[in-house]
């Protein structure tokens, strides 16, 4: 199975500061990578798909890039409602997950 | 829009066998585009996949989950279901249903909200 790695597990960051999440997949996967963003007690909601298409709806802040091993979700200005934990999701093969990284305020 | 909703049992004993519903309702129903999927997050931890069906009953199930899991669909109820069975602690979670297009460019767009299942005596 297709493992993914994300880093960091976990940050610290403040409003404003530009966030930056890696995830980094056991083999290539072409462009096959979602982003999540979770909040405590809610469902996952789709921030990106196809590596870098960004949702109807999402702010434009977020943004992601990369393509077989290694991809990328930045946010380039950090705001309150960011505050979450995100994971990737690779759909090459059967899906898989990243183990996950929260997003915490300094 | 569609919208999805998880129903079932809240506490399960252990060996004994999970059920768990997702029910579209929405503008649409459940559609021949779609892939219907249960995924799984026990408290604090990550996401695991479990496995989808396609409203045609095609399914495909999470290899270390195959050897328990089964998912039907009924269109006629807008329904489609999970059974595991022989369930332990370990499969308390917080279960949720989620729709996929089939295309692996995009990602699951509608979840439920999940639903809760402990597993004990």
């Known amino acids: 199975d297709i493992q993914l790695t994300q880093s960091p597990s976990f940050l610290s960051a403040s409003v404003g500061d530009r966030v930056t999440i890696t995830c980094r997949a056991s083999?290539?996967?072409?462009?096959?990578l979602a982003w999540y963003q979770q909040k405590p007690g809610k469902a996952p909601k789709l921030l990106i798909s196809?590596?870098?298409t960004l949702q109807s709806g999402v702010p434009s802040r977020f943004s992601g890039s990369g393509s077989e091993t290694e991809f990328t979700l930045i946010i380039s200005s950090l705001q309150p409602e960011d505050f979450a934990t995100y994971y990737c999701?690779?759909?090459?093969?059967?899906?898989?997950f990243g183990q996950g990284t929260k997003v915490d305020i300094k | 829009q569609v919208q999805l909703q998880e129903s079932g049992p809240g506490l399960v004993k252990p060996s004994e066998t999970l059920s768990l519903t997702c029910t579209a309702s929405?503008?649409?129903?459940?559609?021949?585009?779609?892939?219907y999927n249960w995924i799984r997050q026990p408290a604090g931890k990550g996401l695991e996949w479990i496995g989808r069906?396609?409203?045609?009953?095609?399914?495909m199930y999470s290899p270390s989950l195959r050897s328990r899991v089964s998912m039907s669909v009924d269109m006629s109820k807008n329904q489609f279901s999970l059974k595991m069975n022989s369930v332990t602690a370990a499969d308390t979670a917080v279960y949720f249903c989620?729709?996929?297009?089939?295309?692996?460019?995009?990602?699951?767009?509608?979840w439920g909200q999940g639903t809760m299942v402990t597993v004990s005596s």
């Open positions: 929405g503008d649409s129903f459940i559609s021949d585009n779609y892939f």
């Open positions: 999701q690779q759909l090459d093969s059967y899906p898989t």
């Open positions: 196809g590596a870098s």
């Open positions: 989620a729709r996929w297009s089939g295309y692996s460019d995009d990602g699951f767009d509608i």
């Open positions: 069906i396609y409203p045609n009953g095609r399914t």
């Open positions: 083999q290539g996967i072409t462009n096959y």
